[in-house]
């Protein structure tokens, strides 16, 4: 998600508005296809509970920083 008003990356957790800095990088097999790569932004105070909601699930691909999502990403 991008800020409106910034145009910087804002975290996807709930009521947060903050600048993310991390890609928690998810996928959820019986929904999506092998190469559908999911991600939600995170800032440094949600990057573990985004991360630990969906590594439970078994839906968890890798956490890494912003500057490394590519267009397959999304």
Not at 20 to 27: I, K, L, Q, S
Not at 38 to 62: I, M, N, P, S, T
């Amino acid at each position: 998600m991008t800020g409106a008003a910034t145009g910087q990356l804002v975290c996807s957790a709930k009521a947060c508005r903050r600048v993310a800095a991390h890609a928690v990088v998810w996928r959820n097999p019986r929904l999506h296809a092998p190469d559908r790569r999911k991600v939600w932004l995170a800032c440094e105070d949600h990057r573990e509970h985004l991360r630990d909601f969906v590594q439970v699930r078994g839906f968890l691909l890798e956490v890494v920083g912003v500057e490394e999502l590519t267009e397959a990403d999304g």
